[in-house]
Antibody, heavy 123, light 111 residues
Framework: QVLLQESGPGLVKPSQTLSLTCTVS??????????WSWIRQPAGKGLEWIGR???????KYNPSLKSRVTIFVDSSKNQFSLNLGSVTAADTAVYYC???????????????WGKGTTVTVSS | QSVLTQPPSVSGAPGQRVTISCTGS?????????VHWYQQLPGTAPKLLIY???NRPSGVPDRFSGSKSGTSASLAITGLQAEDEADYYC???????????FGGGTRLTVL
């Protein structure tokens, strides 16, 4: 059974960098069989895709966040991480990590999700 | 335009059938990208409900079904149960974004 667990600070000050890590268990990230994603959800609102990673040289980000986002992987630790810079109150949300299944070039979806972690941006 | 449009809410009585629509455009669903559906129960993470337009992961009851036509897709739930009360999201890939796109979500209320 593949499990994902987010971790990181629950409170970040405005203008600072939000840093979260997702630890994967039950599967080896170094097998190269899946992509990995971050998604967020502000309270009472819908889901927003942040970005995905295959290797540290193969990443893709939501254009609306691209200038502030970095996703990177540490296969030796079976973890991937999210950095979001210059945060504001608008970045307050539940952040989810998920495994991205690529069934075909036209079928990409998240089949395993972490439970999510709440991050509040406030001074 | 990079948007997947869902109705904000739908409702139905126990035992009834409800459908949730997801309308896209030529840069996503209409470009032959598959649609996937997620169920989010209150206070929990989203869960994959339908993948590849019509496929159910193991453990998802056959009361849930998906379809796709043109630039739209639909999720149908038959034999509505109280435990189905949740938010439902569609998701596809968008060529303009070069990334994944979610619908705004639909809240299902079981009357």
């Amino acid at each position: 059974q593949v499990l994902l667990q987010e971790s990181g600070p629950g409170l970040v000050k405005p203008s600072q960098t939000l840093s979260l890590t997702c630890t994967v268990s039950g599967a080896s990230m170094s097998s190269g069989t899946h992509y990995w994603s971050w998604i967020r959800q502000p309270a009472g609102k819908g889901l927003e895709w942040i970005g995905r990673i295959y290797t540290n040289e193969n990443t893709k980000y939501n254009p609306s966040l691209k200038s502030r986002v970095t996703i990177f992987v540490d296969s030796s630790k079976n973890q991937f991480s999210l950095n979001l810079g210059s945060v504001t109150a608008a970045d307050t949300a539940v952040y989810y990590c998920a495994r991205l299944e690529v069934l075909s070039p036209r079928a990409l979806y998240m089949d395993v999700w972490g439970k999510g972690t709440t991050v509040t941006v406030s001074s | 335009q990079s948007v997947l449009t869902q109705p904000p809410s739908v409702s139905g009585a126990p035992g009834q059938r409800v459908t949730i629509s997801c309308t896209g455009s030529s840069s996503n669903i209409g470009a032959s990208y598959d649609v996937h559906w997620y169920q989010q129960l209150p206070g929990t993470a989203p869960k994959l409900l339908i993948y590849g337009n019509t496929n159910r992961p193991s453990g998802v009851p056959d009361r849930f079904s998906g379809s796709k036509s043109g630039t739209s897709a639909s999720l149908a739930i038959t034999g509505l149960q109280a435990e189905d009360e949740a938010d439902y999201y569609c998701q596809s890939y968008d060529t303009s974004l070069s990334g994944l796109l979610f619908g705004g979500g639909t809240r299902l209320t079981v009357l």
